[in-house]
């Protein structure tokens, strides 16, 4: 006669990030089972890092589902995609009603509300989680964003939130995000956002190494200095760390890294859904862009060799002065990053049906992910200040901010501008706040064009919204308006 199941959860895929989180589990006193494809690494996995542990293993899927209490509860942290949906596949037929697969990867957010359908169907319950903080989050707290099937949260909350980051006395980076889809849609937008807070980074590098012509010990030191203020951050300090970092001659690393950047997606879906939503995540999509100029680096110096420009030096000007501009730039900009994803998020949970707590979402990001910083608060305390809050730029605190930064933002854009310096996160940030602000914009004429050429009709200042007109400009043309859409 088998023995009578004892582990509380099991793991499924033992890369680093997986090790990592079932050590964590193992190390707040649950009992994990580890599982993995290749079977070889259960063994060695056991034999080396998990030895001395509570941790066992499984040879199959079967045996893994049978060490299971129940409700049985298995995780997965594999490859997004058909991986997912073959490890599903094999895991259904030993389980039973009330059963729970959580997917742990960064899995593409429509997958996840296919998948939470398809299981519920079954009546088995699924949950969509972010996980993030990379390998160390993993190991010692990361920020966990759960989404799924609400009864399976109950199953799952004490777990998820004893391996999780600890904020503000010890509140947990963790908490129930929302139906189907919210929790994996979460993590994109955090993604997307993460693009846009490195992107910001380079650019203020970038205005501080060419423009100023500071060495990485002089931007070290700066960065260091900013991250003891408002712009405290994981970022800025793993950039101040970097640039500290020295090859064996003493020179900086960073110098000798190719300035080609790479990516895997997750920002460019957050780009795609923006656009099937209307919303202007302006920031993040020129930080995509951003890494696609950078790939095109054979192209790029071509061009530099026949392309008239400015020189990339910020001439005859105060440098302590500049950098300070340059600080409220990346500020300011940070801002508008984090309204334009929460803009996103709004949308997104009306197009959906789900119900997002937008300052619980910030308080699961102040700690153990890679956006991790003290500004994140703030935003959790504008969101407690106005449940209702439409866009952060309308809260208080972030209008005064916004103000304060205001003059310093526009001089760094104009000395980059005038230098030559590319700024596409910096420039579109702004050109987002003073498009946000500005009571009336140039898209009556637009509207003029589109009825012109096409007969799409517009509205009327003198009349109430929803009615539509439309002009025989030309005089040869005939009344009939063509149909229209919104995003």
Not at 102 to 126: H, M, P, V
Not at 342 to 369: D, F, Q, V
């Amino acid at each position: 006669m088998s023995a009578e199941p004892q582990a509380d959860i099991a793991l499924i895929g033992l890369a680093v990030m997986g090790q990592n989180l079932i050590l964590n589990m193992n190390d707040h006193g649950f009992k994990v089972v580890a599982y993995n494809r290749t079977v070889s690494k259960v063994d060695e996995f056991l034999a080396k890092e998990a030895k001395g542990t509570e941790i066992v293993g499984a040879h199959s899927i079967a045996e893994m589902c049978a060490k299971l209490k129940k409700p049985r509860r298995v995780m997965m942290l594999v490859k997004a995609g058909s991986a997912v949906d073959d490890f599903i596949g094999q895991i259904v037929p030993h389980l039973e009603k009330g059963d729970i697969i959580i997917d742990g990867g960064n899995s593409l957010y429509q997958d996840s509300i296919r998948r939470c359908k398809e299981l519920e169907a079954k009546e088995i319950l699924f949950i969509g989680t972010g996980v993030s903080g990379g390998e160390e989050g993993a190991r010692h707290g990361p920020s966990i964003m759960p989404g799924g099937s609400p009864a399976a949260w109950p199953h799952v909350k004490e777990i998820f939130q004893a391996v999780s980051a600890k904020v503000d006395g010890g509140a947990p980076c963790c908490d129930w995000v929302g139906e189907g889809g919210a929790g994996h849609y979460v993590k994109m937008v955090h993604n997307g956002i993460e693009y846009g807070d490195m992107q910001l980074i380079c650019e203020a590098y970038q205005m501080m190494r060419d423009g100023l012509g500071m060495s990485a010990d002089e931007i070290h030191n700066t960065f260091s200095d900013w991250n003891k203020g408002v712009l405290d951050s994981y970022l800025v300090e793993i950039t101040r760390d970097i640039l500290g970092f020295k090859e064996a001659d003493g020179t900086p690393l960073v110098d000798h890294i190719l300035d080609a950047a790479g990516q895997k997606g997750t920002g460019k879906w957050t780009v795609i859904d923006s656009m099937e939503l209307g919303m202007p995540i302006t920031l993040i999509a020129e930080a995509v862009y951003s890494r696609c100029v950078s790939a095109l680096k054979d192209e790029r110096v071509a061009a530099s060799k026949v392309l008239a420009g400015p020189s990339g030096k910020i001439a005859d000007t105060d440098k302590k002065a500049m950098l300070a501009a340059i600080h409220d730039a990346l500020y300011a900009s940070k801002m508008i990053s984090y309204a334009q994803g929460y803009m996103l998020m709004r949308a997104a949970a009306k197009a959906n049906g789900w119900t997002l707590n937008y300052g619980g979402i910030a308080l699961m990001w102040r700690g153990g992910c890679i956006i991790r910083s003290q500004f994140l608060g703030k935003i959790k305390d504008a969101f407690d200040r106005d449940h209702n809050l439409v866009n952060l730029l309308l809260d208080s605190y972030f209008q005064a901010e916004i103000a304060r930064c205001q003059q310093g933002w526009r001089k760094a854009i104009a000395a980059a501008v005038i230098a030559g310096i590319p700024v596409p996160a910096f420039s579109t940030a702004l050109a987002f706040y003073d498009g946000y602000r500005s009571g009336r914009l140039p898209a009556n004429l637009l509207q003029a064009q589109r009825d012109y050429f096409g007969a799409h009709t517009y509205e009327r200042l003198d009349k109430p919204r929803g009615q539509f007109f439309h002009t025989n400009w030309t005089g040869r043309g005939g009344d009939t308006a063509s149909s229209t859409y919104s995003v």
